[in-house]
Structures are given as C-alpha cells and as structure tokens.
C-alpha cells in the first residue's frame, strides 16, 4: 500500500513540475509577443529628388525601369494621391522635418546665396529651434541619422549649422553650408546601409535624401549600357534612374540580411515633380554644375499638367510608397486618400509612440490608419504658398488649397482661379469653377485665412553674417 501512495506522489510532483514548466513557457512566449508589439519600428525615408510621378514602372513609365520599386509597391501600398506642399526641394523638405508649412518658416523657395535670400525675403537657412523631427524622434529613444542632400542651406553659406544642430546624432551629406564637409553624393545609400548595419540593435529613424535625378547628371557606363535602345537624353535619365532603383535593391536586401526586415517602414517618395527639359543642351539655364544637365532632364507625369515649379499636379504629385511587411496591405493601391508631406512628422511620432509636444501645432495628421490599410478621412486642408509663379501655360497658379478632393488654384495678381474636383478629375483637365461658385468663395476664403497667418518676415537667428557685407 505504501508502494502504491508513493507512486502517486511521485506521478503528482511530476504533474507539479510540468505544470509549472508549461506555465513558465507560456509567460515567456506571451511576454515575447508583447515584446515584439510594444517594439518601435526602425524608420527609413527616401526622399529622391526631382522624379516625376510616372518615372516608376508601376506608373506607367514609357522608358524608365524600376524592379525594386515595382516589387516595392507589390510588397506595400502604393498612394496615388500624395503632394508635396511646395514644388521645389528646400521648401519640400522643411515640410518634412517641421510638419508644418513652409512658408511659416519663410522659406518660399530653394536655399542659394545670401544676396538671393535677402531678395526674397527668406532666411539664410531653416532655424534649428524651429520643431524638428529628428530632436523629437531622438527624444523618443530612437539613434538619429541624416544621409544625402540637405538644401536646408546651401554652399554659397559658409556659416549654416550642421545638421546635428536639428536632431540628429550622425550624418553625411552634401548641399551643405561651405565650412562643413561634402560627401559624394552617390554614396546616401551605402552610408545608409553602414548605418543599419550598425544600429541594427535599437530603433533607428534615417533620412535619406538622393541626389537622383536633379541635375548635373552622372549616368554610370553599367546602366547605360541597359539602355543602348533608347535615345541619348532618354537613355542618360533611364540610367540614373536604374542606378538608384537597383541600391534601393540593396537597402531591402541588407534589412533582410540583418533581421531587421519586418521591424522597419521604408517610405519612398520625391520632393517634387520633374525639371522642365532643357530644349539646347549648350543653354542649360537649370543645371546646377558641371556634367549632363537638364537637357537630359526628361522625367514623366503620365500626362498630369506641369512640372517642377508648378503647383498643378504634374509639379506635386509625386510617388509615395510605403512598406512594412505583416503592418501595411500588400499590393494595394490607394487613389482616394489625401496625403502631403506635412503628415509625416505626425505619422512617425505616432510610430515611435511619443506624444505632439504641447506647445507644437502640425499642420499635417497622422496617417497611420491609411498606411495600415484602414479608411481615413482628412480633417484638414492642405495648402499651397508658391510666389515665383510663371506664364508658362501651367505655370500661372501661385497658392492653392485642397479639400475632400477639390483642389482650388488660384492667383492674385492675373486674378484667374481654377477648381477641380480630383475624386472624379484626377489628372485635373476640367476647370468647373464657374459651376461651382460656392465652392470656390469657400476655399479662397479659406486660403485668404491661411496666407495671412503666414509671417512677414523670416526669423533673425537664421541670418548668415554674411549679410554684413551686402549693401540693403
């Protein structure tokens, strides 16, 4: 009997430690899943410069070939109705490290010399006390990194910040203020990679910001030799474009390679829509340096009105494709939702789980419900402030505003106004301003609101010395 009692109490303290190994093992795999939902996502945000919105494959292209970027969209969500808030770089780019308008800042249009910035009433470059980005992605714990072009400044500045003065803890880049050093422009997305490689154990957030495809173009021989076909202006832009479309390759192979693939959101768009080609090779009044100028500047908007400098959509609509493989839809492609680069600080701060500082008010909205594939509908207005307007045939609008898909162009001084209606209109063909007077009385007062919240004059702390030396 007492063999018998002491094999039950052997099966029953074995029963006891199975147990309390079973409920061991599910609480380290219910705290693993809550570990990988609670961990902050790495951020990475391509910002290419001056690619039209069709210079994609999936975009109707007619000569340009994009596979990683195809196979990009094919992986994520494909936005088809994303803006850029200015039609030139600088402006577009401070919309992305302040969430707010440019023109709140007064920068109207791109950074150059200090004798043009004082003509056009702007500061010298953007003020690094202004809300940032980066500072508030470091602040959330994130390890902070810049790569590429700036033009937050520019070389004709000698005495511009770093940009470790705007949040961020490294970076390499060029269009920087004279006294810093210029890396090679080619080199954003192996600095990139290298970055990755070695923050790939704490979140990180990367702005990398291509020189492709602003001139001066630099096609390398292995890519024009893909495009032997085609003729020589369009085969010098198809190269440029396959050399970055194929390091974007690389960048998507490497997240694998370092297990980070599936724990970072990629973002791929441009600062605005394409550089007006040049008609005489020899008159390159848009290049920027020595090398292949804008006569080889042949980007495509799949027929959508203007270019670079024009506020229709061929000058701000550009590619926007977001990839978060198991967070974003695959293979979705999205026409209907507004969008504009004034969103992203919001969206990533959201991201990265961190509160909008009190005193900080965006101009942009979170955009997270629509990148995770849910529907949202914008609560806000998005505007444009443009004053070096042109009579180019679409060229002429020099503000606009755009609401639940009208989209109102307007300027002051020609007194011509145009509407749209881009949920049935999207390639803005028919003006139906005169059917719609309402509508249009609505919006512009709206944009009169806006404009005349914007300040007279940029900030003080963003003067170069320089000025010292230039006669009023």
Not at 245 to 253: K, V
């Amino acid at each position: 009997m007492s063999s018998v009692k002491n094999n039950y109490l052997i099966l029953l303290a074995i029963l006891l430690l199975f147990v309390t190994c079973r409920e061991k093992q599910v609480k380290s795999a219910t705290k693993s899943v809550a570990e990988f939902e609670n961990k902050l996502p790495n951020i990475i945000f391509i910002f290419a410069d001056d690619w039209g919105y069709a210079d994609l494959g999936i975009h109707g292209s007619t000569f340009c070939k994009t596979p990683n970027l195809d196979k990009m969209a094919a992986e994520g969500m494909d936005f088809q109705n994303f803006s850029v808030v200015n039609p030139v770089c600088s402006p577009s780019r401070v919309a992305v490290m302040t969430g707010q308008y440019p023109a709140r800042h007064s920068v109207h249009g791109h950074f150059a010399s200090v004798e043009s910035h004082i003509k056009r009433n702007m500061p010298d470059w953007l003020n690094p006390k202004a809300p940032m980005l980066p500072r508030m992605l470091k602040e959330a714990g994130y390890k902070t990194a810049h790569f590429g072009k700036w033009h937050l400044s520019n070389t004709h500045v000698e005495d511009g910040p770093s940009p470790l003065a705007y949040g961020y803890d490294e970076y390499g880049a060029f269009n920087l203020p004279s006294s810093l050093p210029q890396m090679q422009a080619d080199s954003t997305l192996y600095k990139t990679i290298t970055f990755v490689k070695r923050n790939k154990d704490q979140p990180f957030f990367i702005n990398a910001w291509l020189h492709a495809t602003h001139t001066p173009h630099y096609p390398k021989e292995k890519f024009l030799n893909q495009f032997t076909h085609l003729n020589e202006q369009k085969q010098v832009y198809a190269a440029v474009v396959a050399e970055y479309d194929a390091r974007i390759g690389e960048l998507f192979e490497a997240l694998k390679k370092y297990g980070l693939d599936k724990n970072t959101i990629v973002i791929f768009s441009s600062d605005n829509g394409p550089e007006i080609t040049s008609k005489n090779r020899l008159l390159d009044d848009n290049s920027t340096g020595p090398g292949m100028g804008s006569f080889y500047s042949v980007g495509e908007t799949n027929n959508l009105k203007g270019r670079k400098r024009s506020l229709f959509a061929g000058g701000i609509r550009i590619p926007f494709i977001v990839r978060w493989p198991g967070k974003v839809p695959a293979g979705v492609v999205n026409q209907t939702t507004e969008l504009a680069t004034v969103d992203l600080l919001p969206t990533f701060l959201e991201l990265a789980k961190k509160e909008i500082p009190d005193d900080y008010k965006s101009d942009g909205i979170s955009i997270v419900p629509a990148i995770l594939g849910q529907k949202m509908d914008r609560n806000k207005p998005i505007f444009w402030d443009w004053r070096f307007s042109s009579n180019r045939p679409d060229f002429w609008p020099s503000a606009a505003v755009q609401e639940n898909n009208w989209k109102l162009l307007t300027n002051s001084e020609t007194e011509r106004t145009e509407l749209y209606n881009i949920s049935s209109d999207w390639a803005e063909e028919h003006d139906i301003a005169s059917e719609n007077p309402e509508k249009v009385t609505e919006l512009l007062e709206k944009l009169n609101r806006f404009q005349q919240s914007l300040p007279k004059n940029p900030p003080h702390n963003s003067f170069s010395r320089m000025r010292e030396f230039i006669e009023p």
